[in-house]
């Protein structure tokens, strides 16, 4: 079961940088792929994406 914080399809103006602390990440932007802690995501502007935090 998925819990954790869900963030709706959406783009940015800027770039987006995302560090997975704890947990997993679900992420979508063309493709579905888990990301683990001690990862980083960095998502270009005018990307449309949407993600999922696991706890």
């Not at 079961?1 to 399809?9: A, E, I, T, W």
């Not at 800027?14 to 792929?33: A, M, R």
């Not at 001690?38 to 994406?49: D, S």
């Amino acid at each position: 079961m998925l819990k954790g914080y869900n963030f709706n399809s959406h783009i940015n103006k800027c770039y987006e940088f995302i560090y997975i602390v704890k947990g997993q990440l679900l992420y979508t932007v063309e493709d579905n792929d888990s990301i683990s802690e001690g990862n980083l995501i960095i998502t270009k502007p005018e990307e449309r994406h949407f993600f999922r935090f696991q706890l």
